[in-house]
């Protein structure tokens, strides 16, 4: 077989209108808080060439850019520090609790058989919550040094639309700002979904926003919903102590995943103790005076059941953010899951209003939401765009990571495509078995006659940053045998991926 050769394209337009939204507890670019702002570093009464109603992913990159293509602009955020639900109180402090946990869990099962041994070992949760708010503390700072950087004007309150070309801002000082803008692009980001008869308190019912900061680590911890929030937020407290019981009222985990790649994840989740109830429905939470009962039924009707927990985690997804915008006043559209409607262009039906992130239409990622917010601003500025939803790549970060980019093999069969499969274990690739870190495996789908590669699913430690490859791949066109004719260095896990290349076009060398 010849080897495709890979051009580079020009931007290619993508259009929202057929994207489908993922909303399966994903974590999310901008946040519910993406508007609102006080003053900052410039009088907002100027009229600015681009406005952008909050400062989380989508939109802080929004504006930077904005500015680094000559646009004057205004970011405004509520929160007061930018970096939106992501930085805040999602992607960021998540992952700083992941590896921190994660860190725990090593020294006290795994240090021992590499030589490295301790008298004892504990977990300090302040110093371990005090190095997560670091982190966070940190980034925000660095992307308001980026707005100073490129002279993007930061307006700090809650935003809401006058007229399609002016806000008005309840600043955080107590006052109240118009700021006028001739494109104004809507970022601000989901909110947690609530769920009938349940109310968050953040501190024994909590939110992901709650369950980053508990006070003290929970005996028993249940987590509704088996999405990507809820999976990761079990194996952080379940890592240092929680007995952790994950409560889905579907019949699988992430139920956008790959189905082979799912089910053996849940097995590694299993050993890990992490305890499932599948087609479960929750009918009710109360508390007590000294726990929380959760009133359970089978999915399908059937007798009740009560099971015990001293917190509960809330994860069933999450919901676009609009609410107190004004969008009614000036008529901008939204569908029936509250998401507003915009061109490919990222255009709303009313002219000189965008939308970008997660009030749009795809999926619920910080990533996603940047992307966005470049090719919102290049249009605007009479430029090209380009985001392809289909090159989005999802990971889970638990241990082993669950990275993929483009399709299911499901998704494949439900198109009728003809397609090869190939699969290689990590327990076959060398570094792998050096760093006694060898669960998981690289399954590729391919286009049976042409090579072409639909799908990419990675599951092992750093799946997240091995998938990117895989997304390149996808992006440019590539074949199996382009990646398995790519030399890989030796040893790394990236070889999985080159030996699972091989296995789907011919034969892998090392299994």
Not at 187 to 203: F, H, M, Q, R
Not at 275 to 288: A, C, E, G, I, W
Not at 392 to 406: C, D, K, L, R
Not at 412 to 437: E, H, M, Q, T, W
Request: proline share 4%; hydrophobic share 40%.
């Amino acid at each position: 077989m010849a080897m495709a050769t890979i051009a580079r394209r020009k931007a290619v337009t993508f259009f929202p209108s057929s994207r489908h939204l993922y909303n399966n507890g994903n974590y999310t670019s901008a946040s519910k808080y993406s508007w609102i702002f006080k003053r900052g570093f410039a009088s907002g009464s100027e009229e600015n060439d681009v406005v952008v109603i909050g400062g989380g992913p989508g939109g802080y990159v929004a504006a930077i850019k904005a500015a680094q293509l000559g646009l004057k602009t205004t970011c405004i955020e509520k929160r007061g520090a930018l970096g939106g639900t992501c930085l805040n109180v999602g992607c960021i402090p998540s992952k700083a609790l992941l590896h921190s946990s994660h860190m725990y869990h090593k020294a006290k099962h795994s240090f021992a058989s590499h030589g490295v041994k301790f008298d004892s070992i504990e977990v300090d949760l302040p110093a371990m919550l005090a190095q997560k708010d670091n982190a966070v503390g940190n980034l925000t700072k660095g992307i308001e040094g980026l707005f100073k950087k490129n002279k993007v004007n930061y307006v700090k309150g809650y935003g809401k639309f006058l007229s399609p070309s002016e806000v008005s801002v309840d600043t955080l000082e107590g006052g109240n700002t118009v700021v006028k803008g001739k494109n104004i692009i809507i970022a601000t980001g989901s909110d947690v979904k609530s769920l009938p008869g349940i109310t968050i308190d953040e501190e024994r019912i909590v939110s992901s926003t709650g369950s980053l900061s508990l006070k003290e680590i929970p005996k028993k911890l249940v987590v509704i919903g088996a999405g990507y929030i809820g999976l990761e937020m079990g194996s952080v407290w379940g890592r240092i102590g929680s007995e952790v019981t994950v409560v889905e009222f579907a019949p699988d985990i992430v139920p956008t995943m790959d189905g082979e790649i799912r089910k053996q994840f849940q097995r590694f989740l299993e050993k890990q103790k992490m305890k499932f109830m599948l087609k479960t429905k929750v009918v009710s939470v109360d508390t007590t005076a000294s726990s929380v009962k959760l009133t359970l039924e089978p999915a399908a009707g059937g007798d009740q059941t009560i099971l015990e927990a001293d917190v509960v985690l809330v994860s069933a997804g999450r919901v676009p953010f609009t609410a107190g915008l004004g969008l009614e006043k000036i008529g901008v559209e939204i569908d029936k899951a509250g998401r507003i409607l915009v061109n490919e262009r990222f255009a709303t039906n009313i002219s000189g209003v965008y939308a970008i992130g997660d009030v749009i239409p795809g999926p619920m990622l910080a990533h996603k939401a940047e992307e966005d917010g470049v090719a919102c601003v290049e249009y605007i500025a009479g430029k090209e765009g380009h985001v392809d939803y289909d090159m989005v790549p999802g990971v889970v970060y638990t241990h082993p990571e669950v990275a993929s980019v483009g399709k299911t093999e499901e998704q494949v069969k439900a198109l009728g495509i003809d397609y090869r499969v190939g699969k290689f274990p990590f327990l076959a690739n060398s570094r792998a078995k050096a760093i006694d870190d060898a669960d998981g495996l690289v399954k590729i789908l391919a286009e049976k006659e042409t090579d072409k590669i639909l799908g990419v699913h990675i599951m092992a430690p750093n799946a997240g940053e091995l998938i990117h490859e895989a997304v390149l791949a996808l992006q440019y066109g590539a074949s199996s045998e382009d990646i398995a004719r790519t030399c890989h260095a030796h040893p790394t896990m990236s070889e999985a991926l080159k030996e699972a290349a091989m296995a789907t076009y011919d034969k892998p060398i090392h299994i």
